[in-house]
């Protein structure tokens, strides 16, 4: 098992496109959470799915959505991109409200 | 609000030295208080959780409600153990849901 893994692991974009980030979870796992991580700082919660749906969101602005598949891979997807979206985008998979394991990341910058 | 504070930006000590990494939490019910690590080029893994209080590579933490404390601490650092450390909050069970809350991090160095 490979783990959580992400795609793709580097992305360079300007100011007001858009983006899609993938996540595979651990195998077994059945939620996805996302985290944004800007430099210096711990990582903030984005929000978690679970059976396809947004159970809990964090503070983050509707340009910030996501999606999960039936085989409970996910997408995040951020539009109208700013400068401050830079930050390294992580996903973790946990079975329901257990542990959860995060993946390498997907480094994003917005210049 | 839930909240996690790591005072300490940067810690070093000489090998062989005990380490503590500070972190302290405002929650209002009983949450649940993990340590995360991340070595060098290497992706964010759990250390350990207090509900499970085991001692991970020597480490331990406990839960002080009273001081709303959970500091990380071994009594003989190894080179090894530098990396960056995580203290996080998770506000329980709600439904499905668990968002993680994390501090900013405390880099520690080890020092031959």
């Known amino acids: 098992d490979a783990g959580v893994t992400q795609s793709p692991t580097h992305l360079i974009k300007t100011r007001g496109q858009q983006v899609t980030l993938r996540c595979s979870p651990k195998?077994?796992?059945?939620?996805v959470s996302w985290y944004q991580q800007a430099l210096g700082q711990g990582p903030q919660f984005i929000f978690q799915?679970?059976?396809?749906?947004?159970?809990q969101r964090g503070n983050f602005p509707d340009r910030f959505s996501g999606h999960q598949f039936p085989n409970y891979s996910s997408e995040l997807n951020v539009n109208a991109l700013l400068l401050g979206d830079s930050a390294l985008y992580l996903c973790?998979?946990?079975?329901?409200?257990?542990?959860?394991?995060f993946g390498p990341g997907t480094r994003l910058t917005v210049l | 609000a839930q909240r996690v504070t790591q005072p300490e930006k940067l810690l070093s000590v000489f090998k062989g030295a005990p380490v503590e990494l500070k972190c302290n939490y405002s929650?209002?019910?009983?949450?649940?208080l993990f340590w995360y690590v991340q070595y060098s080029r290497q992706r964010l893994q759990l250390l350990l959780r207090h509900i499970s209080r085991e001692s991970i590579k020597g480490f331990t933490a406990d839960l002080n409600k009273g001081e709303t404390s959970f500091h990380l601490k071994k009594p003989f650092a190894q080179e090894e153990d530098s990396a960056m450390y995580y203290c996080a909050l998770s506000g329980g069970f709600s439904g499905s849901a668990r968002q993680l809350t994390f501090g900013s991090g405390t880099q520690l160095t080890v020092l031959p």
């Open positions: 973790a998979s946990s079975l329901l409200s257990d542990t959860q394991y």
């Open positions: 799915y679970y059976e396809e749906e947004e159970r």
């Open positions: 929650y209002s019910g009983s949450p649940e």
């Open positions: 195998s077994g796992h059945d939620t």
